[in-house]
């Protein structure tokens, strides 16, 4: 008979891959579905990035890579952060990072301290590492972050990480330089706990953007920095992310990633190296574009009864509290509104509960202004009817 580890006990897919693959399903039944439930950018990955993926292949770059990366990808990360090779690995996705550090470094029962809401994922690659997530409310009457304080009442003896991810997904949210020097000031007094600072939406900011790393030069020896192009570049499908940390965590990770890929594809790693040195015009041009939307979304929710929608500064979602519409339209949970939403609205959207925040849900304005304006209307034709 079939038995699971008890390492993923309760672990599944996540919330937004069944929502997604549900409005996925009821469209190729034939129903018409909104999705704004996947946090992938609409735009195509640019021409020219593309282009010098074709060359790579055609050139021969089809084999294995070392195992922590290209030396030209990593001396390029590097150079762009002002360190050097042994403090880069190249993965498969940001996501792949986080693993790949959790896996690295955690004992059983180690904790982890994470502001909550957060994205789905961290707090299941922490138990499957073995690790416990300690969560930390963080609502939205304080912008979705973490306060000095409650990361002060959060440390125990057996904190190993604080996982920080500005800007946020789901919350849009964006910590600033003072507010990084603050966390910075409590952890000094903690010298045992380590700072994962997630950024990978660095480069969708609509506020100036501070990396923890610049805010915070004093914890180097201490912070992982994630980041990667599947966002920016529009690159989700090339599965190449990065962390850049101290050597001996680095060189921890690449044992870790050594046993399970082997390393990053090749071909999407001289992608992701002509990503990163090329033109950056492109990406300003797309946050313009993200910004306009970003706009239309936080409007046409807080036009809406019963939702209440603060803006983000930065990534690509909204995560407004819609209590009220739980109440006028009698649903116990943001689960159950959702799951309406998609049956009788046919727009997808994410509740609450998949990041941590019951009573909110996340909207993706990663999708086209057309999209963008029919999900609204639905919604707001819904809601009229829900009482
Ligand atoms: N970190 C955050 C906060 C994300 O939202 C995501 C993707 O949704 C990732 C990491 C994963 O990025 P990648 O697709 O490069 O693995």
Known sequence: EFRRAARINGIEISQIVQISETAAQMRADGHDVVALSTGAPDFPTPDFVIQAAHNAALAGQTGYTATAGTNELRDEI????????????VSTGAKQV??????????????????TPYWTSYSDIVT?????????????????KLTPEDLEKAISPETRWLM??????????????????????????HPHVWVLADEIYEHLSYVPFTSFAVAAPELAGRTLIVNGVSKAWAMTGWRIGWGIGPAPLIRAMI?????????ACSISQAAALAALTGDRKLLSDRLQDFDARRKLVVGGLNAMAGITCPEPDGAFYVFPNIEGMMAKGGFATCTDACNWLLEKAHVAIVPGTAFGLPGHARISFAYGQDDLNEGLTRMASA?????
């Open 78 to 89: 590097a150079a762009q952060s002002h360190v050097t090779r042994a403090h880069v690995i």
């Open 98 to 115: 986080l693993a790949n550090a959790m896996l690295a470094t955690l004992n059983d029962g180690d904790e982890v301290i994470i502001p």
């Open 128 to 144: 499957m590492a073995g690790g416990t997530a300690v969560t930390v409310p963080c609502p939205m009457s304080q912008g979705f």
């Open 164 to 189: 920080l991810n500005s800007p946020s997904n789901p919350s849009g949210a964006i910590y600033t330089k003072s507010e990084i020097r603050a966390l910075a000031q409590v952890l000094a007094n």
């Open 255 to 263: 044992a870790v990633q050594g046993q399970i890929t082997s390393g």
């Open 383 to 387: 809601l009229k009817n829900c009482v």
